[in-house]
């Protein structure tokens, strides 16, 4: 069974950093890209960074570009995202998926809530 499991939320200030991880289980983990997605609060689903885990190649929305790392840990099958210089407009729950186009993403794990108070 494939199951993704994000973690790593919280409440911080603006200019702030938080990191979030995503632990994928029940698959070859360097066959996949993983993704984060986010959704604020009356807004849609916005996909913001993905990491092909085989060859480490990255993509970032420009949202989030300068500012969000995303890195992975193949020995601990997880994906990081580095945030920092958060902004109020970061404020969304974050979800981890295989890949962060949120159409053609098959599994998704649960969200974790980012607050960023300004």
Known sequence: EVQLQASGGGTVQAGGSLRLSCVMTGVIFDQWTIGWVRQAPGKGREGISAITIGDGT?????????????????????????????????????????????????????????????
Do not use: H, P
């Not at 601990?76 to 995202?81: I, Q």
């Not at 404020?91 to 053609?104: E, G, L, P, S, W």
């Open 58 to 118: 990255t993509y970032y929305s420009d949202s989030v570009k300068g500012r969000f790392t995303i890195s992975r840990d193949n020995a601990k099958n997880t994906v990081y995202l580095q945030m920092n210089s958060l902004k109020s407009e970061d404020t969304a729950v974050y979800y981890c998926a295989t890949d962060c186009d949120i159409v053609t993403a098959k599994y998704w794990g649960k969200g974790t809530l980012v607050t960023v108070s300004s």
